[in-house]
Each structure stands twice: as structure tokens, then as C-alpha cells.
């Protein structure tokens, strides 16, 4: 492991460098494995079990 202390601009420029050495192949499994990792990362929206449901209120007096 190697520690870097650099900028953000730094660090996003050698990160497209890294990115566009790779060839074509290797540019779309890079994508896969980064989209299927995103996929199991924790997120704070709700699910609303109520979205696809069709609901009746009736309000009495």
C-alpha cells in the first residue's frame, strides 16, 4: 500500500491516466466490477412499502 498526498485534481488526473492505460477489455471488466461492488454498498433511502400499493381511506365522523 502506498500513501499519496496529493490534490484532488492530482488524484482524479492520475486516476483517468490509470483508467485509459488499460486496453478496451480490461476498461469494460474495470466497469463491471466497480458497478457490482457499488451495488452492495449501504444506502440510507427508505423503501416505501406502500409505493406500488393502492390504499382507501375512509375518514369517519
Do not use: C, G, H, W
Not at 3 to 20: A, W
Not at 41 to 59: S, T
Request: charged share 40%.
Amino acid at each position: 500500500m502506498e500513501i499519496r498526498f496529493q490534490t484532488k485534481e492530482e488524484s482524479n488526473k492520475r486516476q483517468q491516466e490509470d483508467f485509459l492505460s488499460l486496453s478496451k477489455v480490461e476498461r469494460f471488466y474495470s466497469f463491471l466490477r466497480l458497478s457490482e461492488r457499488i451495488s452492495a454498498f449501504p444506502v440510507k433511502n427508505k423503501v416505501d412499502k406502500n409505493k406500488d400499493n393502492f390504499l382507501i381511506v375512509i375518514k369517519s365522523k
